[in-house]
């Protein structure tokens, strides 16, 4: 594993690797000293094309934890103002040595770009790419359903996967990057997926979707849910005739309390409710539903940190990509290798 | 050293199960001698093998002194992230650390490992070791010393020195951590290649 | 190239793919075909070029090529545009309005014509645009721009659609005065806000907004009903769905003057290579599904498609290394669309050299009412002529070739058929392969006049 672009192409073996290594670096968050010296010496650029305040500083913390060097660079620059070139942008970064590129861009397949050109030679993590792929949300999001799942079965959550977990992923489909790389990574796990969403919210071409697609949320309730994950509704969205009115779509797609009230009287008491934050309570889904036991929605925010650390410390603590030019490095290599039991 | 790896490795059993176990006793007896007793003594293996060696030595020490509970005593200290040969070595994901309940504040911590060459697990261990707390003492026992230091680290407590070449490889094989090719029950020592 | 009478007798040729026979070009034009070749008086002392192998064709004639200049010289000019067009075996494109300025007027048509004939490569046909700098609203000069030196009969807002249906009305109406044709670009704006490639399987995993077959196909069949109602002419430029063959079937079915036209890479190119994120692979419209592909390369084999154009659009390679989303549309196809054309239709078994020939020329020649091109090889005909190595391979590399694009999508395939020679108005154009000389009038005059 050289990038972390997308969990579509992400294996079993490795998207575990990522989870069980996240629940060693949780350890790590509970202990006094929330500092390892894992990657120190490396140097990890935030690069930023679109605000997002909880990503940055969720990469920040846990970059900060390994003893990595931080570099943020905010490259705001949209369709309509063009900045710096990516190309540029990206260039500068491999001239100050950046071995990590954690990227969070506008525009679909902006990291798959840096990965696939020879303008940088580092290690590239998507963090949220236009409407394509948010992989370390839906990694976090693994991680809490796993810890959640393992729970209830009374087993460790290392080296397990989400077999036969039920999962409803609800509202603007078409445009959310979180639905996607979580649809990908569910099915990777053994999960059971089914969206919920208007119409207008879903792709055209959804149907070769590893997953159930629904209209009704009641009745994706009703069959049974073991998690429930809310998309956030982006403002944009409200005046593109997507839906007639936030009035109407709260009703039928958002979780408002009669709906959590609903999980009781159909005996799901197990029943968690995620969202990737940040939230619009009173659309998508209610405070009381926010705030409810159920909600996961800080722990998702914890375990952020947990995962995107256990991403950079596999993408970057690897054998660098030079091999060392000098004998005497190259000695040592072969006399650490002969020792294969520490 | 290609032509090492791709002929049929020469290998000699240096330690049987019996020669392990004959060792890992007397280090428990010079555990509790050195320390007097059992009190405070808290015993940290260093994964993968470091740990099954930890567990064994805490059963000896509870079997020499009745009032040691050895579950209680002993724990895995994963020293991965302190390395200092990270980007030198493929990606490896971190074990877990489980500290004995107690804690590692004012104890006799007893670093356990299987083999001591470059002396730097050891290092990475005592940085680690800093990191969860302020041991009164930290001592090493090994099972077995194959010299090569590159750093100023001894063991307190040796099963076996085991003087080799650096084109060997030391292989020590646990029925906790390993099985045999043909699946049997494997504990044992053994150098495979040399000139 | 050594100086000659201007007379070659190319020996040997496969006419149209057919027996091989001897052509005599003298004076600019075929003096002799077959046994009478070698007995002609002009004969002697012409340049022999042995043709045995080689296939000879009518040149090509391009309805859709991106010239760029004026505007845009860092993409391309007029030089070396046709360059690169001589190379792939045209002897005439027609330069899309799309220039900077528009070319709207007989002022900007003129100078794109005589940069043209100045450089000497092709016939360079100006397609005037159809409104006001291609804005949609008000009619352009058509009238101006019919009988100007230019002598523009099809008229274009290539890149952006017609889409208010007046004004479209209204064009193709006026149009017939001067036997002019509308070449619709046919994209509903409204259904592609912001789209990115095609809307189906491949640009919902991408999370790329998807430009959906119904957007071009609901403009042609707009268009075709209105080209009925108005009794005009009406090309549609690069079709590249199913349903859109579909629909141009059932119009010719109903003798609707329809001529439609589908660019190389829609007969070759699927949307998965966007998967790469590549901008290479952005064009528009978009590159669609393999039923689609297939359903082109039928509809072109049976004549509901009449044309293969390239809408070949150069871009500085700053605006192909860059997001996708930022990256400018089009590629370059000049001098690939003979191999891609080889490659798709006639190793598939589905077109004969003969159909090729009238698809890359005799039937464009008619859309644009070019009247010296696109004619048969016969003794009396224009001499433009190209000699094709069927059997040549080669693999595309951009940087090699005369075009400034580098933005091939087709850079590292292999691809049959190679132009060895391009003859423009009896004037060897491109040689062995290579870049000879431009044609010059003055001296052709001097060589008819001795
Ligand atoms: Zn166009």
């Given at each position: 594993?050289?990038?972390?672009?997308?969990?579509?192409?992400?294996?079993?073996s490795?998207?575990?690797?990522?989870?069980d290594?996240?629940?060693?670096?949780?350890?790590?968050?509970?202990?006094?000293?929330?500092?390892?010296?894992?990657?120190r010496?490396?140097?990890?650029?935030?690069?930023?094309?679109e605000?997002s305040?909880?990503?940055?500083?969720?990469?920040?913390?846990?970059?900060?934890?390994l003893?990595?060097?931080?570099?943020?660079?905010?490259?705001k620059?949209?369709?309509?103002?063009?900045?710096?070139?990516?190309?540029?942008?990206?260039?500068t970064?491999?001239?100050?040595?950046?071995?990590?590129v954690v990227?969070?861009?506008w525009?679909?397949g902006?990291p798959?770009?840096?990965?696939?050109?020879?303008w940088?030679?580092?290690a590239?993590?998507?963090?949220?790419?236009?409407?394509?792929e948010?992989?370390?949300q839906?990694?976090l999001?693994?991680?809490?359903m796993?810890r959640?799942?393992?729970?209830?079965a009374?087993?460790?959550?290392?080296?397990?996967?989400?077999?036969?977990?039920?999962?409803?992923?609800?509202?603007?489909?078409?445009?959310?990057?979180?639905?996607?790389?979580n649809?990908?990574l569910?099915?990777?796990?053994g999960?059971?997926?089914t969206?919920?969403?208007p119409?207008t919210?879903?792709?055209?071409?959804?149907e070769?979707?590893?997953?159930?697609?629904?209209?009704?949320?009641?009745?994706?309730?009703?069959?049974?849910?073991?998690?429930?994950m809310?998309?956030?509704v982006?403002?944009?969205?409200?005046?593109?005739?997507f839906?007639?009115?936030t009035?109407?779509?709260?009703?039928?797609?958002?979780?408002?309390?009669?709906r959590?009230?609903?999980?009781?009287?159909?005996g799901?008491?197990?029943?968690?409710?995620?969202?990737?934050?940040?939230m619009?309570?009173?659309?998508?889904?209610?405070?009381?539903?926010?705030?409810?036991?159920r909600?996961?929605?800080?722990a998702?925010?914890?375990?952020?940190?947990?995962?995107?650390?256990?991403t950079?410390?596999?993408?970057?603590?690897?054998?660098t990509r030079?091999?060392?030019?000098?004998?005497?490095?190259a000695?040592?290599?072969?006399?650490?290798?002969?020792?294969?039991?520490? | 050293?290609?032509?090492v790896?791709?002929?049929?490795v020469p290998?000699?059993?240096?330690?049987?199960?019996a020669?392990?176990?004959?060792?890992?006793?007397?280090?428990?007896?010079?555990?509790?001698?050195?320390?007097?007793?059992?009190?405070?003594?808290?015993?940290?293996?260093i994964?993968r093998?470091?740990?099954?060696?930890?567990?064994?030595?805490?059963?000896?020490?509870?079997?020499a002194?009745?009032?040691?509970?050895?579950n209680?005593?002993?724990?895995?200290l994963d020293?991965?992230?302190?390395?200092d040969?990270?980007s030198?070595?493929?990606?490896?994901p971190?074990y877990?650390?489980?500290?004995?309940r107690?804690g590692?504040?004012?104890?006799?911590?007893?670093l356990?490992?299987?083999?001591?060459?470059?002396?730097?697990?050891?290092r990475?261990?005592?940085d680690?070791?800093?990191?969860?707390?302020?041991?009164?003492?930290?001592?090493?026992?090994?099972?077995?010393?194959?010299?090569?230091r590159?750093?100023?680290?001894?063991?307190?407590?040796?099963?076996?020195?085991?003087?080799?070449?650096?084109?060997?490889?030391?292989?020590v094989?646990?029925?906790?951590?390993?099985?045999?090719?043909d699946?049997?029950?494997?504990?044992e020592v053994?150098i495979?290649?040399?000139a | 190239?050594?100086?000659?009478?201007?007379?070659?007798?190319?020996?040997?040729?496969?006419?149209?793919?057919?027996?091989?026979?001897?052509?005599?070009?003298?004076?600019?034009v075929?003096?002799?075909?077959?046994?009478?070749?070698a007995?002609?008086?002009?004969?002697?002392?012409?340049?022999?070029?042995?043709?045995?192998?080689?296939?000879?064709?009518?040149?090509?004639?391009?309805?859709h090529?991106?010239?760029?200049?004026?505007?845009r010289?860092d993409?391309?000019?007029v030089?070396?545009g046709?360059?690169?067009?001589?190379?792939?075996?045209?002897t005439a494109?027609?330069?899309?309005?799309?220039?900077?300025?528009?070319?709207?007027?007989?002022?900007?048509?003129e100078?794109v014509?005589?940069?043209?004939r100045?450089?000497?490569?092709?016939?360079?046909?100006?397609v005037?645009?159809?409104?006001?700098?291609l804005?949609g609203e008000?009619?352009?000069e058509?009238?101006?721009?019919?009988d100007?030196r230019?002598?523009?009969?099809m008229?274009?807002?290539?890149?952006l659609?017609?889409?208010?249906?007046v004004?479209?009305r209204r064009?193709?109406?006026?149009?017939?005065?001067?036997?002019?044709?509308?070449?619709?670009?046919a994209?509903?704006?409204?259904?592609?806000?912001?789209?990115?490639?095609?809307?189906?399987?491949?640009s919902?995993v991408?999370?790329?907004?998807?430009?959906?077959?119904?957007?071009?196909?609901?403009?042609?069949?707009?268009?075709?009903?209105l080209?009925?109602?108005?009794?005009?002419?009406?090309?549609?430029?690069?079709?590249?769905?199913?349903?859109?063959?579909?629909?141009?079937?059932?119009?010719?079915?109903?003798?609707?003057?329809?001529?439609?036209?589908?660019?190389?890479?829609?007969?070759?190119?699927?949307?998965?290579?966007?998967?790469?994120?590549?901008?290479?692979y952005?064009?528009?419209?978009?590159l669609?599904?393999d039923?689609?592909?297939?359903?082109?390369?039928?509809g072109?084999?049976?004549?509901?498609?009449?044309?293969?154009g390239?809408?070949?659009?150069?871009?500085?390679?700053?605006?192909?290394?860059?997001?996708?989303?930022?990256?400018?549309?089009?590629?370059?196809?000049?001098?690939t669309?003979?191999?891609?054309?080889?490659?798709?239709m006639?190793?598939?078994?589905?077109?004969?050299?003969?159909?090729?020939?009238?698809?890359?020329?005799?039937?464009a020649?008619?859309?644009?009412?070019?009247?010296?091109?696109?004619?048969?090889?016969?003794a009396g005909?224009?001499?433009?002529?190209?000699?094709?190595?069927?059997?040549?391979?080669?693999t595309?590399?951009?940087?090699?070739m005369?075009?400034?694009?580098?933005?091939?999508?087709?850079?590292?395939l292999e691809?049959?058929?190679?132009?060895?020679a391009?003859f423009?108005?009896?004037h060897?154009?491109?040689?062995?392969?290579?870049?000879?000389?431009?044609?010059?009038?003055?001296?052709?005059?001097?060589?008819?006049?001795?």
């Open positions: 594993m050289k990038h972390l672009l997308s969990t579509e192409d992400l294996s079993l490795n998207a575990i690797r990522i989870l290594t996240a629940e060693e670096m949780a350890a790590v968050g509970d202990r006094e000293v929330k500092k390892l010296p894992a990657l010496g490396r140097t990890v650029v935030n690069l930023f094309f605000d305040t909880r990503t940055r500083i969720s990469f920040e913390a846990a970059a900060k934890r003893s990595a060097d931080v570099i943020n660079f905010a490259a620059g949209s369709s309509v103002s063009k900045g710096e070139s990516l190309k540029d942008t990206a260039q970064l491999a001239a100050m040595g950046a071995d990590a990227i969070r861009h525009a679909s902006a798959h770009r840096l990965a696939a050109t020879d940088i030679d580092a590239v993590i998507n963090a949220g790419d236009g409407t394509h948010h992989p370390t839906a990694l999001d693994a991680f809490t796993r959640h799942w393992s729970k209830l009374g087993s460790a959550s290392i080296g397990a996967d989400l077999k036969g977990m039920r999962v409803a992923i609800a509202g603007d489909v078409l445009h959310s990057r979180v639905a996607r790389s649809v990908w569910l099915r990777t796990l999960a059971e997926v969206l919920v969403a119409p919210l879903l792709p055209i071409g959804v070769h979707w590893p997953c159930k697609v629904s209209y009704n949320m009641d009745d994706t309730l009703a069959h049974g849910v073991d998690a429930v809310m998309l956030r982006q403002g944009e969205r409200m005046n593109a005739s839906f007639p009115s009035r109407e779509y709260s009703r039928r797609w958002g979780f408002d309390d009669n959590l009230r609903a999980l009781d009287s159909l799901l008491k197990d029943t968690i409710i995620m969202h990737p934050g940040p619009n309570r009173g659309l998508e889904i209610s405070s009381a539903a926010a705030d409810s036991p909600s996961t929605v800080l998702q925010v914890r375990n952020g940190v947990s995962v995107r650390m256990a950079l410390y596999l993408l970057l603590s690897g054998e030079e091999p060392a030019a000098t004998p005497g490095t000695a040592s290599n072969a006399a650490h290798s002969t020792k294969e039991s520490n | 050293m290609t032509s790896t791709n002929a049929p290998a000699r059993v240096v330690l049987n199960q020669d392990i176990d004959r060792a890992l006793t007397r280090i428990a007896h010079e555990i509790l001698e050195a320390n007097k007793g059992s009190k405070d003594l808290v015993l940290l293996g994964p093998r470091g740990y099954p060696l930890a567990v064994r030595l805490a059963h000896k020490i509870a079997a002194d009745p009032t040691v509970d050895a209680a005593i002993v724990g895995q020293v991965t992230m302190f390395r040969d990270l030198h070595q493929p990606t490896r971190p877990p650390t489980q500290l004995p107690t590692i504040d004012n104890k006799v911590v007893v356990i490992d299987d083999v001591l060459y470059s002396g730097r697990t050891i990475a261990a005592l680690a070791i800093i990191d969860f707390g302020r041991p009164r003492i930290v001592r090493l026992a090994v099972l077995i010393d194959r010299g090569h590159e750093l100023p680290i001894r063991a307190d407590h040796v099963g076996k020195n085991l003087p080799t070449s650096s084109t060997e490889k030391v292989r094989r646990l029925e906790e951590t390993d099985t045999a090719a699946g049997s029950v494997v504990n053994v495979e290649g040399g | 190239m050594a100086e000659n009478n201007g007379t070659y007798l190319i020996r040997g040729a496969s006419i149209l793919g057919a027996g091989a026979e001897d052509l005599l070009i003298s004076n600019g075929i003096a002799a075909r077959g046994a009478a070749a007995a002609h008086k002009d004969a002697h002392g012409a340049t022999v070029i042995e043709a045995a192998g080689l296939v000879a064709l009518p040149g090509m004639v391009d309805v090529t991106h010239l760029r200049e004026p505007g010289e993409a391309e000019t030089e070396t046709t360059r690169a067009a001589a190379l792939g075996g045209f494109v027609h330069a899309m309005a799309n220039s900077n300025p528009v070319a709207d007027t007989a002022g900007v048509v100078q014509h005589s940069l043209g100045a450089a000497g490569w092709v016939d360079v046909r100006p005037g645009a159809v409104t006001v700098g804005a008000q009619l352009a058509l009238g101006a721009m019919a100007s230019a002598q523009v009969r008229f274009s807002d290539d890149g659609c017609v889409h208010d249906p004004l479209m064009a193709l109406e006026y149009v017939k005065a001067f036997d002019g044709v509308v070449a619709q670009h994209q509903e704006p409204r259904l592609t806000a912001g789209a990115q490639m095609n809307e189906g399987a491949v919902a991408l999370g790329l907004t998807g430009w959906p077959a119904v957007a071009e196909e609901s403009i042609i069949a707009r268009d075709v009903l080209a009925q109602h108005v009794n005009s002419r009406l090309h549609v430029c690069h079709v590249s769905t199913a349903g859109s063959v579909e629909i141009i079937r059932w119009a010719k079915e109903r003798g609707i003057n329809v001529t439609a036209e589908v660019t190389p890479h829609h007969l070759l190119l699927t949307d998965d290579l966007v998967r790469s994120y590549n901008p290479v952005k064009v528009n419209p978009p669609r599904t039923a689609d592909v297939q359903a082109l390369r039928a072109l084999a049976d004549g509901t498609i009449d044309v293969v390239t809408d070949h659009a150069p871009h500085p390679s700053e605006h192909k290394e860059c997001e996708w989303a930022q990256a400018a549309m089009g590629m370059t196809g000049l001098e669309a003979l191999s891609v054309v080889q490659h798709t006639i190793e598939t078994g589905l077109m004969t050299w003969a159909d090729f020939s009238r698809v890359t020329s005799t039937a020649a008619q859309i644009g009412r070019v009247t010296d091109q696109g004619r048969p090889l016969d005909e224009p001499a433009n002529i190209i000699l094709v190595d069927p059997a040549a391979r080669w595309v590399d951009p940087a090699k005369a075009t400034m694009g580098r933005n091939s999508p087709f850079a590292g691809l049959p058929g190679q132009v060895v391009t423009y108005k009896g060897p154009t491109v040689l062995d392969g290579k870049l000879n000389t431009p044609y010059r009038e003055s001296a052709a005059a001097a060589a008819g006049a001795s």
